[in-house]
Every structure is written in structure tokens, then in C-alpha cells.
């Protein structure tokens, strides 16, 4: 039994998509969010910057005094996995290998695509993954760019330019025969039916954040950790910018309304003190 | 005369193409350029953080000696203008002002459109500038947050996706009978042709890159600080990650190669210091 709150960060909002599932999961956890809100995206920037912005977002989430960390984000999964291991003085849990280890498990062998941004994508961390549980597996990745943003603008599954956009970016693996498509980004989900439509019905679809929520189930229940007080966990939000854009679009990744979120500002989080080995 | 570069800054990338027009314009002037690769993009983020960002981007580039900076950036022109009148040591020349100006100019009173970054739209800075300059002007916005990622993701005018995001952010302003239009974001001028071809002929487009190149010139020649040694101009610039990738990507905004590209490590520029007033 611990009470002490989970803390998930993301570059931005998407990994609210994560603690949906974390809810749905362990709705008696307390659960702390940070979206770095100012500086997103990370998935169009470099490892060294991502790696960066990943220790001071997590760093400043140490101050809820978490029992976990989990990063949300895909690209600071990708990218910064082994830095935050080594820097956070808690157990961190990503989005890939919780993705990957379903991936396989689904394929049983067949090509598995996995779609992201530019930097997951390039860094090559979900085929890792992957072949770390299954050394033959085939995997063919994709970048994704426009997802994001047609997300945000807040187009849907029916809208032309999505279904136009997903079949341009899709087709390649079709053409693959692939069995198995992993959203490799937080976003993603929010197109899933456009993803399925595309795809047809004999394509899994692999949602890494939902596979990420049972991994923190799993860990916690190991180490005996879950919060079990017969209550629903607490949530609250830091943002570095924009509240209020973060409650009103938040509300669509959460599946629920948004309340309780804060704005640091960003000189409380940046050049947080940390140890000479994680300073780039 | 006077060598001292121009210094121009943008958020990422885009402002290449106010370069482009200044190579042109004036093409024996010293440039320097900054792009703040590692916190783009701005358009989508609050005042207090544009301002914030914009004050510590123009502010490295004052260690360049500059005798004039340019606000490249629409959204830090529109949203941070008067900070950085008020804080930096040099003249400052936006791109509002100057793509206001020019529309005027076209629109003899007609309705005029100004398209741009989120960001830029809901300040309502072209709007202020318009009517400063007449009064009863009828001025319409619209922000087209996906022309941006189209133009990073390489999809020209050409592309079907780039057309039925043109088609879809346009058609409301086609149907109020607009006389001109304001490219009110440096992506934008790369999506010209795909505009051009959905508003018609009788529609005039107004690059604010452009008019900016000229009011700098003017400036110049006003203030008899022209260079003028017969030699072509020095360009360097400046990011704050990823030099490969604005180096590649660039030379499709500068139309020739970008050479001189030097990377910023984001704690050099943090939290330089400021006068009080400049601190949110």
C-alpha cells in the first residue's frame, strides 16, 4: 500500500491519452501530470535537446515525491530512456518497451509497422525493442509528421484531409503485409478509426500508452505499491504554457474534463540542478 | 556606412525567407540569423511565453554587435513587438508593420485577409496595424495551423493534401469577396503558388517577408547606415538545435545552400539577463 502519486510526463498534452488508460487501470492511484506545454513538440528535435528537456521535465515532477515516473511521451521514451534511468531516483517507466512487448506477442512472427514521430522514428528504439524480445522480426517504421498536427487542429477520423493524410503515409505498409501497427505516439489514438478503416480488419492495432497503463499495474503490483485506500486517486496538472488551451483540448485526450492544472513557470523548471553526468 | 550586420531572428526556420528578400534587397549587407530550432514553433504558444522567448532569442544576437534586428517571426512580431522596442539596445523592424502597410496600399479599401499561425490570428496585431493606417478597412483572419507542418513535411503545392488544406482554410475568405491577402507567417510564402491558384487572379498576395526586406532598407538609407564596400554580405547564422536539419531544410526557404550554421547550447542563451520590466 502507497499513496504517493505516479507521475507522468509528456512534451505536451497527448500523454493524457496515457493517464485515460491509467485511470481506467488503477482508478484508486493519485496521479500527477506535467506537459511541457512550452516547448513542445519534442518529436522534431534532437536527442541531445530531447534527453535535455525529458531530465528537467521529470526532474521538476520529483517534487510530488512520485513512487513512479512514466514517460509518456514516445519521443522521450525513444530518446532518453536510458538517461532517465540513471538520473530519476525512482523506477521510470516508458511507452516503448511496453508497446513492443504487446507487438510481438500479437504478430507471432508477421511484420510489424510502427508509426511515430520523426525522432522515435529515426532513433530506431520501438525495432530495438522488439528485437530484443523476437531477433528475426521484421519491422518497418514510418514517420508520421502531419498526425500531430491534424490532431491538434482538432479533425477527426472523418475529416477528407486525415483519411487522405493517413492513406498517404500508410500505404507503403500495406503494401507490406503488415499484422501488426503500433501507435508509437500519443496522438495517434485519436485517428485510431482512420488508422483501422485504412488498414483493413486483419491489421492489429497496438496502443502503446493502453500496454504502458498495465505495465505500471504490473510493476506496482510486483513491488507491492499499489494504493488500495478504497478511494478514487487524485489528479492534478502542471503545464509550462497555456492552461487553458491545455483544459480545453486536453478534455478530448482524457476522455473527461480537465481540471486542476497549474502553470510553472518555465524558470522554475529549466537548469534544474543535476548530476554532472546528465548535463550534455 | 556602416558594417555592423543586420541580425535577424525567427523561431525556427522560416524566417530564412525575410533572409532570401534581404540577400536580395540588399545584398552587400552583413546578416546574421537566429532560429530557436529547440523551442519552435511559437505559434502556438501564449504571449507571456512568445515574449518571454523572443526577448532571449533577439537578445543573444545583441553579442553580434548588430546596428538593426529584425523580428522575423510573425508571431513575435505581432505578440512581442513592443518589448522588444522597449528593452533592446537597437532599432527593431517587425514584419507586421510593413505587410499592413503594403495591403493598404493593394486593398484601396477593399476587404483584406491576413492568414497566420494561431498565435499571430488571435492578437489581432495585423488588424491594429491595418486600422491605425484606415480606419474603416475591413480586415478578416484566419489561422491555418497546418500549413506549417505541410511545409516541414516537403509537401509542395502540387501535393492533393497542400491543396485541400488550402481549399479548406480559404473558402470562407473567397466567399467575403477579399481584395488582398497577407502571408502573415514565413511558411506561407512556400505555399504561394497552391494560394494563388485557390483565391484567383483578382486577389493580390502580400508577403510580409518582403515589404519587411524594403522597410529595412528604408530604414538604412534613412539613418545613413547602408553598407555599401562593394563586397557581397557575410551570412551566419545560428540555432538552437539541430544544424543539419535547418542547414537541409533551410535551403528550400533561402533558395541557395545554407552554409555557416553554428549550434547554440540552449544554456548559453536561457535566462540572460534582462531589465526588470522585461520579466513576466
Redesign the interface.
Known amino acids: 500500500m502507497n499513496a504517493r502519486p505516479i507521475a507522468v510526463f509528456d512534451s505536451g498534452l497527448g500523454g493524457l491519452s496515457v493517464i485515460r488508460h491509467l485511470r481506467q487501470v488503477l482508478p484508486q492511484e493519485n496521479l500527477v501530470y506535467f506537459g511541457d506545454?512550452?516547448?513542445?513538440p519534442y518529436g522534431?528535435?534532437?536527442r541531445p535537446?530531447v534527453i535535455?528537456f525529458a531530465l528537467e521535465t521529470a526532474g521538476f515532477l520529483l517534487r510530488t515525491e512520485p513512487k513512479l515516473i512514466v514517460a509518456a511521451c514516445n519521443t522521450a521514451s525513444a530518446l532518453a530512456m536510458d538517461e532517465l534511468a540513471a538520473e530519476l531516483p525512482v523506477p521510470v517507466i516508458g511507452v516503448v518497451e511496453p508497446g513492443a512487448r504487446s507487438a510481438v506477442r500479437l504478430a507471432q512472427g508477421r511484420p510489424i509497422a510502427v508509426i511515430g514521430t520523426e525522432a522515435t522514428v529515426s532513433s530506431g528504439a520501438y525495432e530495438r525493442a522488439i528485437r530484443a524480445l523476437a531477433p528475426e522480426q521484421l519491422v518497418i517504421s514510418r514517420a508520421c509528421?502531419?498526425f500531430?498536427?491534424?490532431v491538434?487542429?482538432g479533425w477527426d477520423s472523418n475529416h477528407?484531409?486525415v483519411k487522405?493524410?493517413v492513406e498517404?503515409y500508410l500505404t507503403p505498409l500495406r503494401a507490406q503485409g503488415v499484422h501488426v501497427i503500433v501507435l508509437g505516439c500519443t496522438h495517434y489514438p485519436l485517428l485510431r478509426d482512420a488508422i483501422a478503416s485504412d488498414v483493413g480488419p486483419d491489421v492489429q492495432i497496438v496502443d502503446s500508452g493502453r500496454e504502458t497503463s498495465l505495465a505500471v499495474q504490473r510493476h506496482l503490483r510486483e513491488h507491492d505499491s499499489l494504493c488500495q485506500d478504497g478511494t478514487t486517486g487524485s489528479m492534478h496538472c502542471y503545464v509550462?504554457?497555456?492552461p487553458a488551451?491545455f483544459r480545453r483540448v486536453g478534455s478530448r485526450f482524457l476522455d473527461e474534463s480537465v481540471e486542476h492544472v497549474e502553470l510553472v513557470?518555465?524558470?522554475r523548471y529549466?537548469?534544474v540542478p543535476r548530476l554532472p553526468s546528465a548535463s550534455?
Open positions: 506545454t512550452a516547448r513542445v522534431t528535435k534532437s535537446t535535455h509528421p502531419l500531430v498536427p491534424l491538434e487542429e477528407p484531409i487522405l493524410a498517404e509550462s504554457d497555456n488551451l513557470e518555465i524558470e529549466v537548469n550534455s
